[in-house]
Structure formats: structure tokens, C-alpha cells
């Protein structure tokens, strides 16, 4: 409890020298907010996958094109609405604090469902290593850092790495985002996933072309299972994924 109390008055005071904004609303963040605040949060539309991971779109779009165990998008990608702006803070504005507690509040909001029972290792898909030198940081590596802080399961990011540098998906049609993607990872450590049932995490699930590719190309280690976790997921077509 002291911890907690030390820890909350430190916030407080760094918020006061350096205060946290929602990157939605501009709005000063409490103590007790991370990432966005709780009214943009209240506003944002929730798929609720969570309550059918083995049977939603998402997990339906990527039947027949991997072996699949479950999956889940937590928010609906709308164009200008509440979290496209968080995500495009979180992959261009530099801002590796709001992935990582996105991916806090995403793993706190659905651990109650189960849906990471028998999870064994979270992996997140790579950059490029030219696109990561641009950006500085893997905006879908730190969102899985904050998935592992709430649920303990570790993440691994030596088993697949990203070897081309493709072309924005952004105006690519659904048959050209699935050929930007082919071949672009490669499997480097397969005993590290061998046998085990790794979680795949993006932040955004369009037509699943960049998510399908990782995952066969992991699906080449013995034994592996695959399920997968989005931040949010495209229902209009034509944003990136």
C-alpha cells in the first residue's frame, strides 16, 4: 500500500513538472490515467472480441490463411476518431510511453475474459531495421511491453525478425497489401517458439495480410501455436495495417 502511495505522489509531482496530455482530447491526464483518459476511453468503440476469440471477424478473416487459435482486436479503427489518433501518436510522434500503456490498458481490460490462459510467449510483429533506425522504436514491441507488465508473460523478439523494407500499406488494395508482405519475415530462432503457443501483437488489424505472413512464416517451428491481439482493428477499407 505504501508503494502505491509513493508511487502516486511521485506521479503527482511529475505531472505538475512535465504533465501528461490525452493525445485525444489535449486534456491534463490524473494520477490514475495512463495512456488516454478515462472519458476519450469511455468514448472509444469496443468490439468486445474478447467475450468470442475462437469466432469473430477478426479470427474469421484469418481462417484458411493460418493456423489460427484465437483472436482479438479490442477498438474499432475509425478515420479522425479517439484511437486512430492515439495510434498515429504512437507510431510517428515518438511517444513510446503512450504504447506501452496502451498495451496496458488493453491487457487489463480483457485479462478478465481468459483470453491469455495458456499464452506461453508474447511476439511482436518486427520492422524493418531501416524502418525502426527512421522511427527509433518498434511502436508494436513496446505495446506488447505493456501487455507482459499486467499479465507476466514474457515478450520475444529474437524468434522472427522483418528482413525487406516494404512499401506503406495505406493506399494498397486488399490483393497488393497480401503481395507487400509475402516473404518479408524470416524465422531467425525457431527453438525459442518451438512447442510453445506464442501471442502475436500488432496494433492494427486491416485485412490481416502483414499478421497472416508472420504468422506462417512461425508456424514453420515444431509444435508452435499462434493466437493473436491487435490494438484495433479496420472495418472501412484503405487504412494501413
Not at 4 to 10: I, T, V
Not at 91 to 104: E, S, V
Not at 151 to 177: D, M
Not at 217 to 224: I, L
Request: glycine share 8%; hydrophobic share 35%; with cysteine.
Amino acid at each position: 500500500m505504501m508503494t502505491g502511495r509513493l508511487g502516486n505522489a511521485l506521479r503527482s509531482i511529475l505531472d505538475i513538472i512535465l504533465p501528461r496530455l490525452c493525445p485525444v482530447c489535449g486534456k491534463r491526464l490524473t494520477v490514475n490515467e495512463e495512456g488516454i483518459c478515462f472519458t476519450c476511453f469511455r468514448h472509444t468503440e469496443r468490439t468486445f472480441y474478447e467475450n468470442t476469440p475462437y469466432d469473430n471477424r477478426v479470427a474469421r478473416m484469418l481462417w484458411g490463411k493460418m493456423n489460427i487459435e484465437k483472436a482479438v482486436s479490442m477498438f474499432v479503427y475509425i478515420p479522425k476518431g479517439h484511437i486512430s489518433q492515439t495510434i498515429y501518436d504512437m507510431k510517428y510522434h515518438g511517444k513510446k510511453n503512450l504504447c506501452t500503456a496502451m498495451g496496458k490498458i488493453v491487457a487489463a481490460q480483457i485479462e478478465g475474459s481468459g483470453f491469455f490462459n495458456g499464452i506461453d510467449l508474447i511476439v511482436p510483429v518486427p520492422l524493418a531495421r531501416k524502418r525502426r533506425k527512421q522511427r527509433g522504436y518498434n511502436q508494436s514491441e513496446l505495446f506488447a511491453n505493456g501487455i507482459s507488465r499486467i499479465t507476466g508473460i514474457p515478450v520475444c523478439t529474437k524468434a522472427v525478425e522483418r528482413v525487406s523494407f516494404s512499401i506503406s500499406q495505406t493506399q494498397l488494395t486488399h490483393n497488393e497489401r497480401t503481395r507487400n508482405v509475402e516473404k518479408v519475415f524470416r524465422m531467425k530462432n525457431p527453438d525459442m517458439i518451438k512447442g510453445r503457443h506464442v501471442l502475436l501483437v500488432d496494433d492494427v488489424f486491416t485485412t490481416g495480410s502483414t499478421v497472416t505472413s508472420c504468422g506462417n512464416e512461425m508456424a514453420k517451428a515444431q509444435g508452435v501455436k499462434i493466437s493473436v491481439l491487435t490494438l484495433s482493428t479496420v472495418i472501412l477499407h484503405g487504412i494501413s495495417d
